[in-house]
Antibody
Framework: EVQLVQSGAEVKKPGESLKISCKGSGYSFTSHWIGWVRQMPGKGLEWMGIIYPGDSNTRYSPSFQGQVTISADKSISTAYLQWSSLKASDTAMYYC???????????WGQGTLVTVSS | DIQMTQSPSSLSASVGDRVTITCRASQGISNSLAWYQQKPGKAPKLLLYAASRLESGVPSRFSGSGSGTDYTLTISSLQPEDFATYYCQQYYSTPPRTFGQGTKVEIK
């Protein structure tokens, strides 16, 4: 059974750094693109970017390029999303998503709620 | 980037109704379109891909059609568990894979 299990909710202050995780199981982690989708409170879905864990090839949405870093550790089947300096506007639910090729998502994690507040 | 516009943004319908949601792309996307369902507090779920192909396990009352820039999601007979928000997503050409703004289907 394919599963994506994300790390728990985070509460951070503006300016702090953060790295959230997504562990894949039940499939070949290195053979599928895995990405991140943001959902701000009460809003729609925003595609942030994807990574191919097999070779770490990464593609970002222009809206998120330079704002976040997507990485993966194939030895532990885990993808990451990180920020170097959080802003209040980063407050959102973040979903990791296994992709079919680099196209659409067929399996989603349960989501990680990130709250940034002073 | 390719922009996706869904309509309507919300609708009210009754159990048993036929419901249609439209998604329009800012340029042709050659059927490179997926539809998702999201219930409150839950992660989205893939319903269809390639505009009209039903994901495994999804009820056959869901169907998709369209071509070029215009696509539709149809629920042939709305069931109580179908009240949710629906999103389209294009995956044509290079990323980003943009979503529509969502359509909330509410109980009438």
């Amino acid at each position: 059974e394919v599963q994506l299990v994300q790390s728990g909710a985070e509460v951070k202050k503006p300016g702090e750094s953060l790295k959230i995780s997504c562990k894949g199981s039940g499939y070949s982690f290195t053979s599928h693109w895995i990405g991140w989708v943001r959902q701000m409170p009460g809003k729609g879905l925003e595609w942030m970017g994807i990574i191919y864990p097999g070779d770490s090839n990464t593609r970002y949405s222009p809206s998120f390029q330079g704002q976040v870093t997507i990485s993966a550790d194939k030895s532990i089947s885990t993808a990451y999303l990180q920020w170097s300096s959080l802003k209040a506007s980063d407050t959102a639910m973040y979903y990791c998503v296994r992709h079919v090729a680099d196209d659409y998502g067929d399996y989603w994690g349960q989501g990680t709620l990130v709250t940034v507040s002073s | 980037d390719i922009q996706m516009t869904q309509s309507p943004s919300s609708l009210s319908a009754s159990v048993g109704d036929r419901v249609t949601i439209t998604c329009r792309a800012s340029q042709g996307i050659s059927n490179s379109l997926a539809w998702y369902q999201q219930k409150p507090g839950k992660a989205p779920k893939l319903l269809l891909y390639a505009a009209s192909r039903l994901e495994s396990g999804v009820p056959s009352r869901f169907s998709g059609s369209g071509s070029g820039t215009d696509y539709t999601l149809t629920i042939s007979s709305l069931q109580p568990e179908d009240f949710a928000t629906y999103y389209c997503q294009q995956y044509y050409s290079t990323p980003p894979r943009t979503f529509g703004q969502g359509t909330k289907v509410e109980i009438k």
